[in-house]
């Protein structure tokens, strides 16, 4: 365009745009009474009027707005503000081809389930970018590894196929060995998750919200979801609800304080998916998101393969009890007798076992979890917590046995008939030791009515034997108490 005609010297223009192109963002106003108090201290008799330098300021932000946003607000205002962009053509797509993963601080507060106390919880979607449909989410209490695998087992599930790319975040928890193929994970015999399944990843560019449309949808979300929440309280300061406000009474007063819980929340937000989907879809004419959803060639995936092929992977140690994972011990025959590293195969969603493999991959065996047994399960416990802990008594047996015998082989005759002869001993025991039936607990509160005064109140049968031995040792009670187990235990 032409140049500017204006009354304005070189000098005062390089004042005057100096002050104005700061990164500080002075204002047109002060740019300006700065100006023309520098021109006064110079001895300058003619000023020129306030509306020359706006009128200038004005030109020169319409024919120079990229040297202006630059100079004021930066490179990336100059990427999201003047910049063209890319246009991409989602009709090109199929569904199913593309998933968009990323996270999203919800604005409302769901009961924390471990504290029972509100907190904001995160949700983890994956969208189709040719439907615009959320078709696999998962909210946790913070963004990690194993609660975007289980989003995208979901999403799997409902689309009954697996994705051709993943288009997700730039963050860490995304870029993770248990979805990358990473070579240290590789290493281990294994691959990461998204290279298992075959599916290809693409991160998005940082700090570039155009770049994934699931930003709009999280967009959608909040306006047409969480505002319609009771619990919310805004994604930031600024659009917090009154309720929250400093001494605002009247809506607190109106304001109910019920918060749902994580599986309140998912059947809400199933519900609001639901009309999501009746909604017209935008990539595709004439048809809602539901409709598109449905035009996709399903491949009947097997939920039990996905399972294991999405298993997490780390390396333990076998120890006595078998490899301890998650303040659990894990055990399982094949492991008896064995030392080292292995490689431990486990899902979160089902940890009363897990796979346990060599370092070269080799399948070695399927460890339970290892229950714990009642401290005082002969007197306190009841019928099933003795049944355990008999069976885990001859399991010990039988792993003793079995070692036993395979040692045999390498002694002499005399040194078998010692250990057998110790063996059978410890086992005599062990069985005598098995208490066959219960009697119902002492109450505690009994009393000796003779004529006499009553006796106190005994806790239980021990303190009640001490007092009448030292005070009535003649009482028939101490011969029947005599004849008990709980006698035998405690005083032979």
């Not at 431990?344 to 070695?364: A, M, Q, S």
């Amino acid at each position: 365009m032409n140049e500017y005609r204006t009354c304005l010297t070189d000098e005062e223009i390089k004042i005057f745009m100096g002050l104005l192109l700061h990164p500080n963002r002075i204002c047109i106003g002060k740019a300006i009474a700065l100006t023309k108090y520098k021109l006064k201290e110079q001895g300058q008799s003619f000023i020129p009027a306030d509306i020359t330098f706006r009128r200038y300021a004005k030109w020169f932000k319409n024919n120079n707005y990229d040297k202006w946003v630059l100079a004021r607000d930066g490179e990336k205002a100059l990427s999201d503000k003047v910049e063209p962009y890319i246009k991409r053509d989602a009709s090109l797509l199929d569904v199913g081809d593309i998933l968009v993963a990323d996270g999203h601080k919800l604005a409302f507060q769901v009961i924390n389930p471990f504290t029972g106390k509100p907190c904001r919880a995160t949700l983890v979607g994956f969208l189709d970018w040719k439907s615009t449909a959320l078709v696999g989410y998962e909210i946790m209490l913070e963004e990690n590894t194993q609660c975007i695998a289980s989003a995208l087992r979901n999403a799997i599930i409902n689309l009954d196929m697996i994705p051709k790319i993943v288009y997700q975040d730039n963050g860490k928890v995304f870029r993770a060995k248990y979805f990358s193929d990473d070579k240290g994970f590789g290493e281990l015999g294994f691959y990461g998750l998204y290279a298992t399944l075959g599916i290809e990843t693409v991160f998005a560019k940082p700090y570039n919200t155009r770049s994934k449309v699931i930003e709009r949808f999280f967009k959608e979300f909040q306006e047409g979801f969480e505002k319609l929440m009771p619990s919310y309280v805004g994604s930031s300061i600024i659009n917090k609800p009154a309720y929250l406000k400093r001494n605002e009474k009247f809506h607190k007063n109106l304001h109910q304080d019920y918060v749902p819980t994580i599986e309140e929340t998912i059947k809400m937000i199933d519900l609001w998916l639901k009309f999501k989907n009746s909604q017209p879809c935008t990539n595709a004419p004439n048809m809602t998101i539901a409709e598109v959803l449905e035009n996709r060639n399903k491949q009947n995936i097997d939920i039990s393969l996905l399972d294991d092929l999405m298993l997490a992977t780390e390396v333990k140690t076998i120890q006595r009890n078998g490899v301890r994972f998650l303040n659990c011990d894990y055990f399982d025959e094949r492991l008896y007798g064995l030392r080292g590293k292995v490689l431990v195969k486990y899902n979160l969603f089902d940890l009363t076992n897990v796979k346990v493999f060599t370092p070269k991959g080799e399948y070695l065996c399927t460890a339970e979890r290892v229950t714990e047994t009642h401290p005082m399960v002969k007197i306190l416990g009841t019928v099933e917590d003795l049944e355990d802990y008999k069976q885990k008594i001859q399991k010990q047996q039988k792993l003793k046995r079995k070692t036993i015998n395979s040692v045999k082989k390498l002694l002499t005759n005399d040194e078998i008939k010692l250990i057998e002869a110790r063996s059978n001993q410890e086992e005599m025991e062990n069985s005598n030791n098995f208490q066959k039936e219960f009697k119902p607990r002492s109450n505690g509160v009994q009393k000796i009515n003779n004529g006499e005064k009553s006796l106190p109140i005994f806790k239980n049968n021990s303190e009640k034997y001490e007092y009448l031995i030292k005070h009535n040792p003649s009482d028939t009670w101490i011969a029947e108490f005599k004849q008990t187990k709980e006698y035998k235990l405690l005083y032979e």
